[in-house]
């Protein structure tokens, strides 16, 4: 077949330049100089595609006479195209792929706005006074390729150097199951989605996460967990916080044990200032209560130099003097060791990292902090809560939600919003994986190791090896530690240094056997080493005492020991995923949250070896490539945002919010302004604001809005004036949570700098603004204190940013602001003859984002905000911000990245939803029974034999013909959120205990 096809190509391609010859004997020479040039067009015999060695700019410059001149028979010739050095430039470049909308589209839509282009729309919408008039990256200015930006990422990844790391200190390199790095963190339809607010179309990602609170509670030994935090190190600091409420503040010492880790230490120190508490860090020995104002103690199990200790009389003797008593840990040790609830503990808290989670050189990991149910209230965090749905089945949703930020402002627990769900997952799927004997059997060869470790080096005698109990970390004393580590650099080991004649060695479930004789080579300083680990192994006996040694069960669900086969794991993951709405379905329009896909360009590098397998406190000559990033990552940032300086340690938004108002604290210590404490907030700024600003000490001064959802400027200037020797800061969210950009926004900050204080401006959407947070700094810098444990943050996060930028460059990016504006404005329109659209810009335009208000429909219809959001399920989308900032209404925001077609979709959803709606105003359908008070229909209720509603089952799944094509499927009938906060339970319920709950609820 193949021979046949070149034959029949070359003969071809001989008839051609035959027809081309004869063709050339029959034109005129028009000159000399053409005839000499003119060479005979020709096709490639593999593509067929016409190709011509002379560019029309050739025939029409050569000679005296004009291309309209040529001869009809030369014409043939002409038809040969010029190639342009564009078209030979990469074309997988990446803003087209990522800016949706088409010019053609853009161009329509601005139309349908009332403007002639893009530009004049965005020109009535940003106040021209903040414009910049053009914006020049000093690399990456023209964007890379994708192609280019893979290239340049390698290149980075090949300037880390991955050692083996003993350091320890909370971080472990680990196997990522292979099933779960593809199936989960590589997974689109797991890394898209968003909190699960909408329960319905959210149960697999909540049983996963119900999985890993079951995971953290059987673990701990104590019953109530949330469903992840951001580090160990900030889950302490939320701890201490929680210690000071439950004293409600009237003890304001906590006490830290000095075998905690020492960024956990720094963490709560800089946590500490804003709540005015002192920490006092203090040998266990020498911890006494005697002053009554201590309100608790936190202490590390095993300690960070790796000594397990018995805390029983000594939590005995904290409840005495009604001390509350917090104790950090690590999940394998916990399979090993006597868990902390049996000892008495009030609060555990730690990390999941080292199950199944990279180390990533600081993150992104989940952590956890676990409590007694008399402490629920005032947990921080996500905690999943099992309930019932419409019909009486058993369901899970989000619990006790009245504690969040959104709704208590400053009042709120913590101002932590959406942790680490991707990874707690992660850390849940690892335990179902491995089950309780698989972990035992990883936790007891990590054991063995270091045991085996630890009697090699009493044998050779070069060093003194702690006599205390272990679990995976040796610590050993020496007469120079530091001669030691540089000698296991050369073997590329890392070791911990803790002073000059302390190292620590810390195992983990990477690390063999002959690992462990590389150590014993660099321990022994020359010596021969006349053993092996393996020779060792027979004679290793176990250092952790009886009493010390876990006898109670965990992990015995079924679901913890069912899924140890691939096949079966992978059935699982899938089964649980279908259950949830992601991007690969449809646009998620949430206001204020950005909803737009991480390209798989941006998330490619986050899994590679060179990035993940990097320990955050490596020496920096190990993450070199990291550095380079950071560095490049940060110019750009300043030149986005317009500033100075950057630092990428905080690991979330409310982090960033944090770290941003306590610069500004440090600001006004270092003039001497101690007593400057008074935060003003509009109630259009984000949530977390109050929440964060509280943290850092501030009292609050709460200001509105105008009918146009712009601060009111009188009440903040006479706001700015009253409290002017106090003012510490303002903290607005510019393009507001009001879809506006205020136009006074630079008359906004002169009056908060003319009272003395500083401007805090966030922004959900770095098109809107602003970065949240490495670490460049001037010469006089005068760091506050430490934001999160690792140095640089969630550093195996950065290159999705850092990727995207790149790939962008200036222009993609101000296209895609440009964007994000039109296509809010395009919804607007489309939507304001239906449901009135609340608040507008000077020129009736709105920003990125936009909320249409649906209180009216309470009066006329009997319908909420949640009863449109159900409905929108049934379409196959995910609702809007609901009920947020403005109670009653539902905020959208669809992001540049969302193609017109998807964006008319949705607004087709909404105006039929309307219609609905309608249809209960005039009485033809029942105020109590209908569609959407229906909402969703799950295939359960449609499929049931017996269908009672006044409406078909065809207008309850099928609202519009798009769906006949792909339909997506809640899970479960309408979650009642009443029902779990009454009846709250958080963990896995046993099998036999599920099936009497489920037949309590439908009784």
């Not at 905690?383 to 089945?393: F, L, P, T």
């Not at 530690?481 to 240094?497: C, F, P, Y």
Request: overall charge neutral; charged content about 20%; proline content about 5%.
């Amino acid at each position: 077949m193949e021979r046949a096809r070149r034959l029949a190509n070359r003969a071809i391609l001989k008839r051609l330049v035959s027809e081309a010859k004869h063709n050339r004997k029959h034109e005129p020479v028009w000159n000399s100089a053409a005839a000499s040039t003119t060479t005979v067009p020709f096709y490639s015999a593999s593509s067929s595609r016409y190709v011509s060695s002379v560019s029309h700019s050739v025939l029409r410059n050569r000679g005296s006479k004009s291309a309209t001149n040529i001869p009809r028979a030369a014409a043939g010739l002409s038809q040969t195209r010029s190639i342009s050095v564009e078209a030979l430039q990469p074309s997988d470049t990446f803003p087209r792929r990522h800016n949706s909308a088409t010019p053609e589209e853009q161009a329509k839509m601005s139309l349908a706005c009332g403007f002639d282009n893009v530009d004049s729309l965005v020109d009535a919408t940003v106040p021209k006074s903040i414009r910049l008039k053009e914006m020049k990256f000093n690399k990456f200015d023209g964007g890379l390729t994708e192609g280019q930006m893979i290239e340049h990422m390698k290149e980075l990844a090949s300037k880390n150097k991955v050692f083996k790391s003993f350091i320890g200190m909370g971080y472990y390199n680990t196997h990522v199951p292979p099933v779960i790095l593809r199936n989960i963190m590589e997974n689109p339809a797991w890394y898209t989605q968003y909190t699960p607010y909408q329960a319905e179309i959210s149960q697999g990602r909540l049983e996963s996460l119900l999985n890993y609170q079951t995971m953290i509670t059987d673990l701990t030994g104590l019953p109530m967990s949330n469903a992840s935090l951001l580090d160990e190190g900030t889950a302490a600091a939320e701890a201490m916080s929680m210690c000071n409420n439950i004293q409600k503040g009237k003890k304001k010492t906590f006490i830290i044990a000095s075998n905690c880790h020492p960024q956990t230490i720094d963490i709560c120190k800089t946590r500490a200032d804003g709540f005015e508490l002192k920490v006092v860090v203090a040998d266990l020995k020498d911890i006494d209560y005697k002053s009554g104002d201590v309100c608790g103690v936190l202490v590390q199990y095993p300690g960070t130099e790796g000594e397990v200790l018995d805390y029983g009389e000594f939590i005995k003797k904290a409840h005495a003097h009604e001390v509350k008593v917090v104790m950090a840990s690590d999940l394998l040790a916990l399979t090993a060791l006597k868990p902390p609830g049996e000892f008495g503990a009030d609060i555990v808290v730690g990390s999941a990292q080292r199950f199944g989670v990279p180390m990533g050189y600081g993150g992104p990991h989940a952590a956890f902090l676990a409590t007694s149910q008399e402490y629920k209230r005032m947990m921080p965090g996500r905690i999943i809560g099992v309930s019932v749905d419409s019909s009486g089945k058993s369901a899970l949703r989000m619990a006790m939600q009245t504690r969040e930020q959104h709704i208590r402002r400053d009042k709120a627990t913590s101002n932590i919003c959406t942790a680490q769900a991707l990874l707690a997952n992660m850390a849940a799927m690892y335990a179902v994986y491995h089950g309780p004997e698989g972990l035992k059997a990883i936790s007891q060869r990590v054991h063995g190791l270091a045991g085996a470790f630890a009697l090699g080096l009493k044998k050779l005698g070069t060093v003194e090896v702690q006599d205390l109990p272990f679990f995976d970390t040796v610590k050993v004393k020496t007469s120079n530690a530091h001669a030691i580590a540089d000698a296991a650099l050369k073997s590329e080991i890392n070791l911990r240094v803790v002073d000059g004649n302390t190292i620590t060695v810390a195992f983990d479930e990477t690390i063999t056997l002959e690992d462990v004789d590389k150590l014993f080579q660099v321990f022994a300083g020359g010596k021969p080493v006349s053993f092996t680990a393996a020779s060792l192994a027979p004679e290793v006996q176990s250092p952790i005492p009886s009493g010390l040694a876990r006898e109670s069960p965990f992990l015995t669900h079924p679901i913890f020991n069912t899924y140890q086969t691939e096949h079966e794991l992978l059935r699982y993951i899938h089964r649980l995923q279908s259950k949830d709405l992601s991007l690969c379905h449809s646009m998620i329009p949430l206001g204020s949250c950005t909803m737009k896909l991480n390209a798989t360009t941006e998330m490619m590098p986050v899994t590679w070896p060179s990035f993940t397998d990097i320990h955050p406190f490596a020496p920096v000559e190990q993450a070199q490539g990291y550095q380079e990033m950071f560095n490049n990552l940060g110019d750009l940032l300043c030149t986005i945002t317009g500033f100075d300086s950057f630092s990428l340690q905080p690991n979330a938004g409310a982090a960033g919010e944090y770290a941003g108002l306590m610069v500004i604290r440090a600001y006004h210590l270092s003039r001497g302004d101690h007593h400057r404490n008074v935060c003003i907030i509009p109630v259009s700024a984000h949530g977390t604001n109050p929440a964060s600003a509280a943290m850092c000490g501030m009292k609050i001064v709460t200001i509105g809005t105008d009918a146009k959802g712009n601060i009111n400027i009188d009440e903040l200037r006479k706001a700015a004036e009253k409290n002017k020797d106090n003012l510490s800061a303002l903290m607005v969210t510019y393009p507001s949570t009001h879809g506006v950009y205020e136009e006074g926004i630079d008359e906004i900050c002169k009056i908060i700098h003319d009272n003395g204080g500083q401007v805090y401006m966030d922004g959900a959407n770095m098109n809107a603004q602003i970065p949240t947070g490495g670490i460049p700094a001037p010469d006089n810098s005068q760091p506050l204190g430490t934001i999160s444990a690792a140095p640089w943050g969630s550093a195996l996060i950065l290159p999705i940013s850092y990727t995207y930028i790149a790939m962008m460059g200036s222009q993609g990016l101000t296209d895609a602001s440009k964007i994000a504006i039109l296509n809010a404005n395009y919804m607007a329109k489309r939507l304001e003859n239906y449901y009135p659209v609340l608040f507008r810009g000077v020129n009736g335009t709105v920003a990125h984002e936009f909320i249409i208000d649906l209180r009216g429909f309470k009066n006329t219809a009997g319908i909420e905000p949640e009863d449109v959001a159900k409905r929108l399920m049934d379409y196959g989308f995910h609702g809007p911000t609901m009920s947020w900032p403005v109670p009653g209404t539902l905020m959208i925001e669809p992001t540049e990245s969302e193609s017109k077609a998807e964006l008319d979709r949705f607004c087709d959803a909404l105006i039929s939803i309307r219609q609905e709606i309608a249809e209960i105003e005039k009485g033809k359908a029942d105020i109590n029974n209908n569609v959407l008070k229906g909402a969703p229909h799950p295939p359960s209720l449609l499929m049931a034999d017996a269908w009672t509603k006044p409406y078909s089952r065809e207008c309850a799944a099928f609202p519009a013909s798009w769906l006949r094509v792909a339909k997506f499927w809640p899970t479960t009938g309408r979650v009642d959120n009443v029902y779990g906060d009454r009846n709250l339970i958080c963990t896995l319920l046993p099998a036999s205990q599920a099936v009497e709950e489920q037949a309590a609820a439908t009784a």
